[in-house]
C-alpha cells in the first residue's frame, strides 16, 4: 500500500501530496482512522479525494493510504434483504459496532463471508464457459433463486465444478483454464467498480410494460420493463410516496431502492415498513427480493454521491442473471447536488447554477445502465428500470437536473403542486406528462386488455384535453353558453379525474389496481359516457342526466375487488337502465 500525507481539509475533500501512483476513482484510507475515500482529481503528485465521512479532526501530515482499486460492490448471495449506507455497508452491523449514524472508519464488507450458502452446481465440467454463464444456483432467499455466473472479463474451459454443498461465499467453486493457459478460481462473490457499468450481450427496446397497479402510470403513461422514467416535482407533490408504491407493486422481481440524501424519518419509514410489507405476488415479505440503499441527509455528502452507483451497481448484477430489476432513486437532486459541492470544492469551472459542466453526461450515463437485455454468457433476457424522482428547489422546471433528466428519460411523470394542494393524488398532471413508449407496448396491450384499449385510452386523454379548454371558454364566457355535448365532456372528464386517475396509496383496495380492473373502470365511465350522449340527442336534458343515482356505482368502483367483473356489468346495467327510463320520459315529453 502506497502512502501519501495530507495536505489540505476542505469539508469533505482531502488534497493530499507524495501520490505518484494515485489513479483516478481509486479508493483510499484517509489518516489512521481510516475514513474511506475515492480520488476524484489528480493534479501532478497530488491526489484530490472526496472523502465519505466526517473529516473532523484531520489535518496537514496525516497519513493517505491508497488501495489501487476502484469504488466497487461485493456482488453476490446475501444482498437481498440488505439495508446498505451508500458504499455497502450494512446499515445493521454498522450500527452495532459503531451506535446510531457514527461510521467513521468501520470498514464493514457488504457481504457476510462466514455464511454457508447451499451451492447447487449447474454447468458440467468441460463445457465452455465465459463472462456471465451460469455455473449454478443458490436459493438466496425464499423468493430469490441466485445464478451464480462466471465474472466478466473470464472465458475458457470449465475444468472443474465442486459437488452440491454448503460453500462460503470465498471458498472456489469452479475452475476455468483460460486462452492465456492459466487457471482461474471462481467464487459465488465477485467485485464490481461502481463506476463502471456490467456488460451486457444486446440491448433491446422494452417491448413489455412494468406494471405498477397505479392507474394513471399503467393506463396513460407506462414506464417499459427495461426503460427510464422520471418524477419530478415540487416540494411534498408525492413524489416519495410514488416510489414507494413502485417498490412495493411494481412486477419487478428484483427491486433497488435508493434513498438519496432524503431527510431520516422518510428512510425510516421505509427501513420499518418495508420489512413488514408483503409481496402482493407471493404473500412472502416484500424485503426477500428487495435492497434497500440508505443515504439520509445527515450522512455526509460524498457517500450520497457513491450511493446511487452502488444501487445501480447491484441492480445490474440480478438483470445479468435474467431478472427484471427496478430501480428507485430519490432524489436525483439530492445526488447532483453532492457532485455540486464536490465540484465546487475542486474550483472547477461551474456551468449552470454551480452545477459542474459535466452533470449532464453524468445523469445520462446513470440512466443508460437501464435496458432490457440480452444477457452475457447465456440465452436470457433481463431488464433494469431506472425511475428517478427529482426535487427541484421551488418546482422550477428549467433546474439543470430536470432538463438534463428529461433529455435522456422516456418517461415524464409530472407533478404538479396545483393538484397536490387540491390533494388530487397522484398529482402527476395528466396534460404534462408523457411516455415515449405507449407505442412500443401496442402490441403487449392488445394481447392482454384486447384491441380496443388503445382506443378507449386514446378517447379519455383527448377527453381530458378537451376539458382543459372547454373550462377555459367557461371562465371567458360562462358555462351556460356551453353546448349540452360539451356540458357532457365536462361531466366525463371530471368523472376521468375524480374516479379513475384519483387513486389513494393509502387505501388498502385503492392502493394497487391490475391492469384488467384498469380496463374495467374505465370502461364503465367510457360507456356511460355514450350511453349519456346518445341520450342526449334523444333529448334527455344533460342537468337530469348527470345526477342519475347510479353514477355512485362509478365512483365506488375503486373499491371493488380484485377479479370481480359483475361488479362492473351491474354497474353498467344500472346506469343504461337509468338513462334508459329518462330516454323514455323525455320521448314522451317530445310527442306531447
Ligand atoms: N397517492 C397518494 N395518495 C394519498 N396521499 C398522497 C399520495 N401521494 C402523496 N400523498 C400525500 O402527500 C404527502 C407528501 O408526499 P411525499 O412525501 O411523497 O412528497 P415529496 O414530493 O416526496 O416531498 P419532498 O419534496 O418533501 O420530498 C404525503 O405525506 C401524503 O399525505
Ligand atoms: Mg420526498
Known sequence: MSQGRILKVAGPLVVAEGMPEARMYDVVYVSDFRLIGEI???KGDRASIQVYEETGGLGPGDPVYSTGEPLSVELGPGLLSSIYDGIQRPLDKVRAQAGDWITRGINIPGLDHERLWDFVPTAKPGSSVSGGSMLGTVQETDLIEHRVMVPPGIAGELLDMVPAGRYTIDSPVAKIRTASGSVADVRMCQKWPVRKARPVGEKMAPDEPMVTGQRIIDAFFPVGKGGTACVPGPFGSGKTVIQHQLAK?????????????ERGNEMTDVLQEFPELQDPRSGKPLILKT???ANTSNMPVAAREASVYTGVTIAEY??????SVALMADSTSRWAEAMREMSGRLEEMPGEEGYPAYLGTRIAEFYERAGKVRCQGGDRTGALTIVGAVSPAGGDMSDPVVQATLRVVKVFWSLQARLAYMRHFPAIGWLESYSLYVDNLGEHYARELGGDWAGMRDRSIALLQDEANLLEIARLVGAE?????????????????EDFLHQIAFHEVDTYCSPSKQKAMLGLIMQTHEAMRAALAAGVPPRSLFEIMSRESVARARYAPEGAPEYFEKALADIRAEIAALSAAASVEGAR
Do not use: K, P
Request: net charge negative; proline share 0%; hydrophobic share 45%.
Open 481 to 497: 353558453s356551453l353546448s349540452a355535448e360539451d356540458q357532457l365532456t365536462l361531466y366525463t372528464a371530471r368523472s376521468l379525474r
Open 249 to 261: 407493486w411494481a412486477d419487478a422481481e428484483i427491486v433497488v431502492y435508493v434513498g438519496c440524501g
Open 40 to 42: 476524484i482529481e489528480i
Open 318 to 323: 440480478y438483470r445479468d442473471m435474467g431478472y
Open 291 to 293: 435492497v434497500l440503499v
